[in-house]
């Protein structure tokens, strides 16, 4: 499907090419994006293609823009005050692309409709969970790692679904929004949640990832069916082969989002107390009637890692050491060991 056109105009030649350029390498961009840096440029591409999206700086925007086959009008300020604008919104010009691209895709998310896209279960998507009723087994670890090496050659999103998920020390970084503000947004139902998620997504060498609720409080309200909608709009958008969803204990209806998964891994543990926990998983699950889960599950025995980060990065570490390897072989034999002659 040809993708709509996402337009920047600004007479600072060297700000609309940087700019579009940026916009072209996000590989989840759902634009087609064209840098133009005069009117006349523009003009003449809009006799003969609609722009969805035109962002435009204030000395470039005046009236033959507005007769122009252009649906949706943005000013790049800068910081002076824009007369005789009011009818479009404004985004500082100077402040680092992502964020500018976020408050971009959010202006344009709560003007375009909701796709009122319900639950994932027959999306060609592959949703692949990861989930462990015992704690500190790697789960996180095994899930990064997963998805960075799947995104060697699919397009993969993770989901951190944990309480507490210790993102931001693990990546040396701070976000502006996170999956809270996106699960905020999906519930108002006043626009398109792909444009939404297109201004928050993160890249970490292969894998694109929604940074993780701050608060717990704000993923133990959502219900079973609330998560399926909402995960089936980001499924729906055909920008990703699969979805990765790292699910701590506190989920509300666990079991019923485990069901909707395709593939479930799950860590174990094989000391008696981690037994004991998991044969009590095991007669939940029965007794609530989900035992079509355990067809879905594959236990997992991961291998210890080390944290390689005085020595590099640590998800480089996990792929290129004993966890990627281990991570490779499962995926191209189904097995965790390679068969012993």
């Not at 440029?41 to 009236?63: P, Q, R, V, W, Y």
């Not at 007369?83 to 992502?98: A, G, H, M, R, W």
């Not at 899930?143 to 060697?152: D, F, H, M, Y």
């Not at 790292?246 to 479930?264: N, P, R, S």
Request: charged letters at 25%.
């Amino acid at each position: 499907m040809k993708k709509s056109i996402f337009a920047v105009c600004d007479l600072e030649a060297s700000y609309a090419c940087n700019l579009s350029e940026y916009m072209n390498e996000r590989k989840n961009t759902p634009f087609e994006v064209q840098a133009f840096t005069n009117l006349e440029s523009l003009g003449k591409f809009t006799e003969n293609n609609h722009i969805e999206l035109l962002l435009i700086s204030t000395e470039a925007m005046c009236d033959a823009v507005k007769d122009m086959d252009i649906e949706r009008i943005i000013i790049l300020s800068d910081g002076e005050a824009v007369e005789n604008l009011e009818e479009n919104p404004c985004v500082y010009k100077y402040q680092s692309s992502d964020s500018l691209v976020a408050e971009v895709m959010n202006f344009y998310a709560r003007t375009k409709p909701s796709l009122n896209t319900m639950f994932f279960c027959g999306s060609k998507v592959k949703v692949i969970g990861v989930y462990s009723p015992l704690n500190r087994v790697g789960k996180t670890m095994f899930a990064l790692t997963l998805g960075e090496i799947l995104g060697e050659r699919e397009k993969v999103l993770y989901l951190n679904l944990e309480d507490y998920n210790g993102f931001e020390t693990i990546f040396s970084t701070s976000y502006r929004s996170d999956l809270s503000d996106l699960i905020y947004f999906a519930r108002q139902k006043e626009g398109n949640l792909i444009y939404k998620l297109n201004g928050m997504i993160q890249t970490f060498r292969n894998l694109d990832y929604i940074p993780p609720a701050f608060s717990p409080g704000d993923l133990r309200d959502v219900g079973c069916e609330e998560w399926l909608s909402f995960l089936g709009e980001i499924t729906s958008c055909g920008e990703y082969d699969v979805l990765i969803l790292d699910i701590g204990t506190q989920i509300e209806d666990l079991l019923q989002l485990l069901q909707a998964c395709t593939k479930i891994y799950m860590p174990v543990l094989e000391d008696h107390i981690s037994r004991a926990k998991l044969l009590q998983f095991e007669k939940n699950v029965n007794a609530l009637e989900y035992s079509g889960i355990f067809e879905k599950i594959q236990r997992l025995h991961l291998p210890g890692w080390r944290d390689r980060r005085k020595e590099g990065n640590l998800l480089e570490g996990l792929v290129l050491g004993e966890l990627g390897s281990y991570v490779r072989r499962l995926l191209e034999t189904g097995e965790e060991k390679a068969d012993e002659e």
